[in-house]
């Protein structure tokens, strides 16, 4: 667990919530009002959910394709 709370106000744009993410190697944020006060809590995937429906829906095949990306676990 993260020893420290990290946070994001309501009106926090996708970018700076992505940055914080990255930046502080966190997997959630929570989302606080301009008192402190807890209203939310948001995920990378909810960031994900966000950014596919921004630019509307992913065609996925079917079937998987020969050629693909290799999986993390396939390269390692």
């Known amino acids: 667990m993260t020893p420290v709370v990290y ?3 309501p009106d926090a744009p996708v970018t700076e919530v992505i ?3 990255v930046g ?3 997997h959630r944020l929570f989302v606080v ?3 402190g006060v807890l209203v939310g809590v948001i995920s990378t995937t909810d960031v994900l959910r966000h950014l596919r429906v921004e630019n509307g829906p992913a065609s996925v095949p079917a079937q998987p394709t020969e050629r693909h990306a290799p999986h ?3 390269i390692w």
């Open 72 to 74: 993390f676990t396939e």
């Open 33 to 35: 009002d301009p008192d």
């Open 19 to 21: 940055n914080q993410m």
């Open 24 to 26: 502080l190697k966190v």
């Open 7 to 9: 946070s994001v106000l």
